[in-house]
């Protein structure tokens, strides 16, 4: 605890020398007069001030903050004030990797888990949900997976149906869920089934729903299989990497101040433009992950991790209130146990096309131009084609970001400009 308010009051000292730096810079600008809302609006857009990534605190906090339930901030740049752990066994739940800690949310969150897992059994004949992750004891980054999941309204659901018996927590760490796909663009129909869709439209069905992110194969199956009830579907995003989860994102309980929900989501069906557009991304990231990286590549430069300068001030409140606070070691790093725990995968690896498959794919993509109608797919063993006629260009950084090395997340940036980063991998 001593280190970690050293840590922190060296943090606030970094933070008030580089505001008393950026001083005598804006002074010295040559451009004329730099009125003082320019000079704020500099000082507001300096570099934050860094200390250990704000995921190393968050990530080792093992108690939640005894404060006032609040949920700070935005879905990937925030913190949880007053979480609540959503109970291991539920008479129609269990949450699995307990080893991670990540159960805990806003009581908004663990009241529409609890309402779902009810209606789902009750209604729709889903036998009960396996919980994954929500958030950490007092949110904020994580030290692995997840860029959102950061204020108590995110969690992951397993695709897996819960089984019939209460699992052990040593069973609970080495399960694996089930992956809903035969190939990158396809779901297996022998593993999806109508109550998946059921599923999944329940839990898009309440008005708290902000999103919900699939795999753009299981958004391609739901737009097959949803009928002529289809207001629900346009919750329903895709989003890289959720083929053995589903993700749920709440929208921030009403009145709370310094919440930021996300633009709310169209009345499209998402059926259309966007799931194409999605598919052609899909299809190049399949083409990208195949191609060995040339000899002397550099890996893309990754974004500096968010320091707790970068969130929320209460956040800083939130992590210092009550005990159980961060146990770091002095050099800041975090238990490798605790990390290795954290980095474990929950499913299978993405599947990937054979090479036959591949190489037909990349014939489809060599003839085809930005903007204009791909060669029909029949060549494919998978039906990577979702078939409509006029398929847009994907947005310049939507395309470029869909190669698998990429740090930042493609698509949604053209596709839904509202969205605040959800996880590019599927923990
Ligand atoms: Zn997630």
């Keep these: 605890m001593r280190r970690l308010a050293l840590g922190l009051a060296l943090l606030l000292i970094c933070g008030a020398v580089s505001a008393e730096q950026v001083k005598p810079a804006v002074k010295g600008v040559t451009t004329p007069a730099a009125t003082p809302s ?23 906090v093992t108690a939640p903050a005894p404060l006032e339930a609040r949920a700070i901030g935005s879905y990937a740049k925030g913190c949880l004030a007053g979480g609540i752990s959503l109970p291991i066994n539920g008479p129609d739940w269990q949450v699995m ?5 990540r159960n805990w949310g806003h009581p908004r969150l663990l009241d529409y888990l609890e309402r779902l897992a009810s209606d789902a059994r009750a209604l729709d004949g889903w036998p009960g949900l396996l919980i994954g992750d929500m958030a950490q004891p007092r949110g ?7 860029s959102s999941h950061q204020i108590g309204l995110d969690a992951d659901v397993w695709l897996t149906p819960m089984p019939d018996r209460v699992l052990t927590r040593q069973e ?8 809903m796909l035969k ?6 129909p022998k593993i999806w089934t109508p109550l998946h869709t059921k599923l999944i439209k329940r839990a898009a069905s309440y008005p708290q729903v902000a999103r919900i992110f699939v795999h753009p194969a299981i958004k391609k199956a739901l ?53 194409a557009a999605w598919f052609k991304m899909l299809r190049k990231a399949e083409i990208d992950a195949a191609r060995p990286a ?66 037909a794919l990349k014939a489809e993509m060599s003839k085809s131009k930005p903007g204009s109608k791909p060669a029909p797919a029949a060549a494919l063993t998978s039906a990577a084609d979702p078939g409509p006629a006029s398929v847009p260009a994907p947005a310049p950084q939507a395309a470029q970001a869909a190669s698998p090395a990429s740090p930042s997340p493609p698509g949604p940036a053209a596709t839904d400009p509202s969205m605040s980063l959800p996880d590019r991998k599927p923990r």
């Excluded at 990797?97 to 800690?101: A, D, E, T, Y």
């Excluded at 579907?233 to 990497?241: D, E, F, I, N």
């Excluded at 929900?261 to 169209?266: R, T």
């Design 223 to 275: 737009c097959e299989q949803a009928g002529k009830d289809r207001a629900w579907l346009s919750k329903v995003r895709p989003w890289w990497g959720h083929y053995y989860h589903f993700h749920i994102r709440l929208t921030c309980p009403p009145g709370t101040e310094g919440c930021e929900n996300q633009k709310p989501a169209g009345g499209d069906d998402g059926c259309g433009a966007e799931l």
């Design 97 to 101: 990797r307990l080893s991670r800690n």
């Design 294 to 359: 040339p000899p002397g590549a550099k890996p893309a430069p990754k974004k500096p991790p968010l320091s707790l300068g970068d969130l929320p001030r209460e956040c800083m409140t939130v992590l210092n209130s009550g005990g159980g606070g961060p146990v770091i070691a002095p050099d800041g790093t975090v238990p490798a146990a605790l990390k290795a725990a954290a980095g474990k995968d929950a499913g299978p690896p993405e599947p990937h096309l054979d090479p036959k498959a591949l190489a």
């Design 172 to 179: 609970r760490e080495d399960i694996s869920a089930t992956s």
């Design 183 to 188: 190939d990158p663009f396809t779901v297996d």
């Design 140 to 146: 904020g980054p994580m030290i692995t997976g997840h």
């Design 38 to 60: 320019d000079a704020a609006k500099k000082a507001a857009q300096k570099p934050a001030p860094k200390g250990p990534p704000a995921k190393m605190l968050f990530g080792a």
